[in-house]
């Protein structure tokens, strides 16, 4: 498995999005809407109901929706297919801080690990930085 992009951090509040990339409430498939996606991790920064109301994450599923409250330093982690068509609560108040991070199956798709790009020196002899590793 390979770390693949955009990983990004997203900051979310009752006002409306400058454009339509920002409309996170609609119904999406992370593999559709980002292409690369196998499997998406959310890391919250804030907390549900604390720092801001609405904003749950809602699994979409056919008989009953299954909800996840964010609250900083919770960690959800799903495959990035149809089988979790998913939405977000538009804000009421407050913002919402979370940080989306994804990986890949495909080598294509895969982005370099970062344990080899943050300036650290490799050893004589050892792995380019940047260089590709499966997790
Ligand atoms: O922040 C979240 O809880 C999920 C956002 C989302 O679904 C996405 O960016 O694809
Ligand atoms: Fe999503």
């Not at 409430?25 to 804030?46: A, C, E, I, N």
């Not at 960690?75 to 919402?96: A, D, I, K, P």
Request: aromatic share 14%; charged share 25%; net charge positive.
């Amino acid at each position: 498995m390979y770390l693949t992009k955009p990983t990004f951090f997203s900051r979310m509040n009752s006002t409306g999005a400058k454009t339509t990339h920002d409309e996170y409430w609609h119904p999406h498939v992370d593999k559709v809407t980002y292409g690369s996606f196998d499997y998406t991790s959310l890391l919250y920064l804030s907390d549900y109901s604390k720092d801001f109301g609405g904003g749950r994450f809602v699994f979409m599923d056919a008989d009953s929706n299954k909800t996840v409250e964010p609250r900083a330093g919770r960690v959800s982690f799903f495959t990035s297919g149809s089988e979790n068509l998913h939405r977000v609560e538009r804000v009421q108040w407050g913002t919402r801080f979370a940080i989306t991070i994804s990986f890949t199956c495909d080598p294509q798709h895969g982005i370099a690990d970062p344990r080899r790009s943050w300036g650290r020196r490799s050893p004589a002899g050892g792995q380019e930085p940047g260089a590709k590793q499966p997790l």
